[in-house]
């Protein structure tokens, strides 16, 4: 491959530098797509929103926890860590916000072209990794991050070519067409590899975006060699998951509570609580929504400081990713509950029922 200066402007480029000047000029759009995308990201919390990274106000930890219900490969325990110890969950934010920011202006102005291109690949790994589950209607997240994923691929195996800081700098030091360092990081430069190197580099990136972006969509909604499905956490059918149930003999109940599914544009609303007997049916408690909305903080042991479980309008609520130990207090005055199988049963305000078997204290 050659190491000629790719023209600037007008100039007219012949041989194989035209190639590589007509693909960089095809894909200025991309470029700029890929990093106004980023760049915009970053900037309107650094800038335009700076509330997004205030951690006194609604800022992105309540939107870092909702990826916990269907995150991959172990990360929901990352971002469980993280948001338990806030110095690394802040600092954590601040510095992917920042990658977004350089990343993303250096691929607008095409400055280390490939470095800045890498980067955004390794930024929409990870945001698939985290948020691909969510969107409701189009699975909005895994469409973004898998193109941001091409498109970083992309970029990264063509530069920027003219047109570009790359190109500049080259233009005053001609003397960088000869650093290996620079044709791989930068982008005025094809990559220092023979045409049957580049080839089969080019095909095995090829390979790797069709494994990544196939097998989560195929994770997320089948369509390929299985039937179409809603996925395996729905991005809009909201769940609450019961377990660690607690029922003492007076009937108060204690049980853990965690919203692993839904949309996190809107909380999950829990109206009624009924505890009864699983044999014969009979209730022997229920907690309607007034006695729900009344209930103080105190009954609430949330595990995270950010989605929570609380008391509201329409009894508790809870957003996407919220865990807590909830205690629901006897309504009954006096008597002992007999030994018994019992199960507690929630029911939302669209009527969704969730139901955790319970055996008295002992």
Not at 129 to 136: E, H, M, P, T
Not at 190 to 201: G, N, T, Y
Not at 230 to 236: I, Y
Request: aromatic residues 12%; positive net charge.
């Amino acid at each position: 491959m050659t190491t000629t200066t790719l023209p600037t402007g007008n100039a007219p480029a012949t041989g194989a530098d035209h190639g590589w000047r007509v693909a960089a000029i095809g894909l200025l759009a991309v470029r700029f797509v890929q990093g106004w995308i980023y760049w915009g990201g970053a900037t309107r919390r650094f800038i335009y929103g700076p509330q997004k990274l205030n951690p006194h106000d609604h800022w992105m930890a309540y939107k870092f926890q909702t990826a916990m219900p269907g995150a991959l490969l172990g990360t929901d325990h990352i971002v469980a860590y993280l948001l338990q110890h806030f110095y690394l969950l802040y600092a954590g934010l601040l510095i992917f916000s920042a990658i977004e920011l350089v990343g993303g202006f250096m691929l607008l102005v095409g400055l280390y072209t490939r470095l800045a291109a890498l980067a955004t690949i390794g930024l929409s790994t990870v945001l698939m990794l985290l948020f691909g589950w969510q969107g409701a209607t189009c699975i909005d997240e895994w469409t973004m991050a898998s193109s941001n994923f091409a498109m970083g691929v992309t970029l990264l195996l063509v530069g920027s070519g003219a047109f570009s800081v790359d190109n500049w700098m080259l233009s005053r030091r001609p003397g960088l067409a000869q650093k290996t360092w620079f044709r791989w990081i930068g982008g005025s430069l094809p990559l220092p590899l023979s045409d049957a190197a580049f080839k089969k580099f080019a095909l095995t990136l090829l390979g790797i975006s069709v494994v990544f972006i196939l097998s989560t969509y195929n994770y997320y909604r089948g369509s390929i060699v299985t039937p179409f499905h809603g996925g395996p956490v729905s991005p809009s059918k909201h769940h609450i998951a019961l377990d660690h149930g607690v029922l003492s003999a007076d009937g108060s109940v204690y049980f853990h509570a965690y919203v692993d599914a839904g949309t996190p544009a809107t909380p999950s609303h829990v109206m009624r609580a009924v505890l009864m007997n699983s044999k014969t049916g009979q209730v022997i408690e229920t907690w309607g929504t007034s006695v729900l909305a009344a209930m103080p903080e105190s009954n609430f042991q949330n595990d995270f400081a950010y989605q929570q479980f609380k008391a509201g309008k329409f009894g508790l609520f809870g957003g996407v990713g919220a865990m807590a130990t909830i205690h629901l207090p006897s309504m009954t005055a006096g008597g002992l509950l007999p030994p018994g199988q019992y199960v507690l049963s929630l029911t939302s305000v669209n009527e969704h029922v969730w139901k955790l078997p319970m055996d008295l204290e002992k």
